[in-house]
């Protein structure tokens, strides 16, 4: 790899921007896309690889290229360290995801209740400004505090966030909704918001709604038809 393609690959991860290494399997020659260089076949290559979030060999015009998919890191926002919290953060770490839990209580989001989990000790809207929310990013609400979620919703829906969740009964749900009309979200915009939150696996404990959740996640991520399957 040249010195100006490694400074490159440097300051897109920085800057926070997805980006594909292509390498022509015979030569050694790379390329990165986006970029000026890449020919449209292979540029169309590379945005389908970024899609499927997935390295791939692939042959163009008898050369076969190994397409090195560099994506944005998956976040799961958690809004609130309570129990659920608990169980979904480790869960979602193994899923590939960076979980960051959010709570300004300090005798909750501690160390000990949430061991190698980042926690961020701040107001959720002031810490969700913060981490600049992206198309890889996922936010759940669970403490039941309208201080608290209504805000960081707020955020997410003015977001790309890919999946935006809230705990809470359909009745309470409702409420929310009329509460975030307030805040200038329309019918569109509120549609964004899966709740209750979890897909419908009759879950009681908390360590089953977490994993519903994880579930939904998930399915949204992969576009699958599960994830529409609403209580």
Known sequence: MT?????????ARTERRPVVLATDLASGRQLLWPGPDVPEALAEAARE??????????????ARWFLHVHALPLRLFLIGAVHIAQGLAPFAETLGFQTIVIDPRPSLATPERFPGITLMPDWPDEALDRASLD???AVVALTHDPKLDDPALDRALRSDAFYIGALGSRRSHTARLERLAEFGHGPESLSRIKGPVGLP????????????IAAEIVAVRRGSSLSWARR
């Open 49 to 62: 690889a970024l899609a499927a979030d997935r390295s791939a060999t692939i042959e163009q015009e008898g």
């Open 201 to 212: 696996l009759a879950a009681v404990t908390a360590a089953e709604i977490a994993l519903s």
């Open 135 to 137: 198309g890889r990013s």
């Open 3 to 11: 010195p100006e393609l490694r400074i490159a690959l440097m300051r």
